[in-house]
């Protein structure tokens, strides 16, 4: 049997972790490696100027924690320095649509990086390779180059939500991205275009030498405050020196007396909760699964969710989140029969009318040990400062531009992000571990492959490959996978449903399985071009 698996959405990137693992490495050591690796070969994807969210089980050394690396917003920024621009709400409520899409795209829209600085600290808690090491394949692939892959590519070229500035823009918006992305004649690279990226590799060496503090105090981080002050936007040197990341217990619960440890707000483990408990109220196998009222039922219980996360989840040090209340048994069971009656949940949204790029890897060892991490660049900012190479997120999107709600903007704070890693249990034992990218899709992936595990028995491949559907407003989304006669009742019923021109969507959810013996069966989403998992 494997002693260790690896399962994320880009091959280069499992070959990088595999490799930890075959020289010795831990968990940790291939979750970096690939993480690294992921930052070059897929980078509108994810980035060390990113955000993210990890959680780490290792019962040989007690360890159970999260670490949150969410960005924050800038000491620079107010309340109220956009609440003149509001345009609308994108219909999945992923962002707000502003004059002149100020949050969306430059140097306004980035918030405070925190990817490297986790991904330093986890190495020193729990990693055992060296440093540098970890580091080497992603500066290799920088170097040397990548080829672009048809996933990659669509993405690239792919049209965005109503409002929102489509990726090839964002890919163009640097010199240096317009260097490294767009051939001769002006047009993004083709699928089988090698892409090399200078820049990033000498930031990577530098990284790979001097450790991650460079980029938060030293040489990378003065480079990074002269061209801010260049382009006139919000991010500093104090703002870098200052960055902390929150480590804290997973926030646990419970499904058909399953446990389940997942993150903690701003991260999307509370709506994940939220959902399940609600649904623990109903016999799903017995409606069948993707019938009309599975959906239904699974529908509305999202739209809750997502309504309460709206109205109530924000960053806990800003915000006061009912996290009790929203994670309640009978809080639960009130929605529940809600459902069964009939009730269609309303979910508010500006009248305009996260974005998918993010990844997500889990790991796991011979020791037992397992890490679950999702990590992004959110909106993507388009901004490259000259020679660095990496692009920074664009994560004030997704505030709210409307001062004294949720998701406001505050100086320090985290905006609210759907990611959410997470670990099932049967009592001591791990039965699953997963994640997914997929803006405000996520946990609404996650919770479905979860179903698919839990309640009708699916493997993890079986369960990531089975149809999604998504309900993130008052509509329900559905992949072309599910037929149209099982629509119609829901039509029939009043709902608007829509459906997708592709098989796939409602987020790229990759996990590994444990039976009983602690042997790990690892499931990818390949549908977007790349999925792997990869036993060693």
Request: charged share 20%; with cysteine.
């Amino acid at each position: 049997m494997p002693k260790g698996m690896i399962t994320t959405l880009q091959p280069d990137a499992v070959e990088a972790g595999a490799e930890a693992l075959r020289r010795g490495g831990n968990a940790m050591d291939a979750a970096l490696a690939c993480a690294f690796v992921q930052t070059v070969v897929d980078p509108m994807m994810c980035g060390i100027a990113g955000f993210g969210s990890l959680q780490i089980f290792d019962p040989g050394r007690g360890i159970h924690e999260i670490i949150d690396f969410h960005g924050r917003v800038p000491a620079a920024a107010t309340p109220e320095m956009w609440q003149d621009r509001i345009l609308g709400e994108t219909e999945d409520g992923f962002g707000f649509v502003l004059k002149g899409a100020v949050n969306d795209l430059g140097p306004q829209s980035i918030t405070t990086p925190g990817t490297l600085k986790a991904f330093s600290e986890a190495h020193e808690r729990y990693g055992s390779l060296p440093w540098a090491d970890l580091v080497e394949p992603a500066i290799r692939y920088a170097r040397d180059g990548y080829l672009v892959t048809p996933g990659v590519h669509a993405y690239w070229v792919s049209p965005d939500t109503p409002g929102r500035v489509v990726v090839r823009d964002r890919l163009g918006y640097s010199e240096e991205g317009r260097r490294i992305y767009f051939d001769g004649i002006g047009e993004v690279r083709q699928i089988g275009a090698t892409v090399q990226n200078p820049g990033m590799g000498h930031a990577l060496e530098t990284i790979a030498r001097d450790g991650a503090e460079t980029f938060y105090t030293g040489e990378i981080a003065r480079r990074i405050d002269a061209d801010m002050k260049a382009r006139g936007g919000l991010l500093c040197t104090q703002d870098l020196a200052n960055y902390a990341t929150e480590t804290n217990s997973p926030l646990k619960g419970s499904y058909r007396g399953l446990g389940i440890s997942t993150n903690r707000p701003p991260g999307g483990g509370i709506m994940l909760l939220e959902m399940l408990n609600i649904l623990e109220n109903f016999d799903l196998a017995s409606m069948g699964h993707n019938a009309p009222e599975y959906i239904r039922t699974v529908a509305e219980a999202m739209k809750i969710a997502t309504a309460d996360k709206d109205n109530h989840v924000g960053d806990p040090r800003f915000y006061d989140v009912p996290a009790d209340r929203l994670t309640d048994k009978a809080y639960a069971k009130g929605q529940a029969e809600a459902i069964a009656r009939g009730d269609k949940a309303h979910v508010e949204r500006l009248p305009l009318s996260e974005s998918p790029g993010t990844t997500h890897l889990v790991t796991s060892d011979q020791s037992g040990a397992i890490v679950t991490m999702t990590h992004t660049l959110g909106m993507m900012s388009g901004v490259i400062t000259d020679g660095l190479g990496f692009m920074y997120n664009g994560a004030m999107a997704v505030f709210d531009p409307r001062p004294g709600r949720a998701g406001s903007i505050a100086p320090g704070k985290a905006r609210f992000s759907s990611l959410c890693p997470t670990i099932v249990f049967d009592g001591d034992r791990p039965l699953l571990a997963l994640g997914a990218p997929g803006g405000t899709q996520i946990a609404m992936g996650v919770l479905q492959v979860m179903l698919n595990v839990i309640d009708f028995g699916m493997t993890p491949q079986e369960a990531i490959h089975a149809p999604r559907f998504s309900a993130t407003s008052d509509a329900i989304a559905v992949t072309a996978r599910i037929p149209r006669y099982v629509c119609a009742p829901l039509e029939e019923a009043g709902y608007t449903v829509r459906r997708s021109a592709y098989s796939y969507e409602i987020a790229s959810v990759h996990a590994i399985g444990f039976d009983v013996a602690g042997n790990p069966s690892g499931g990818a989403d390949f549908s977007y071009g790349g999925g792997m998992a990869l036993a060693v």
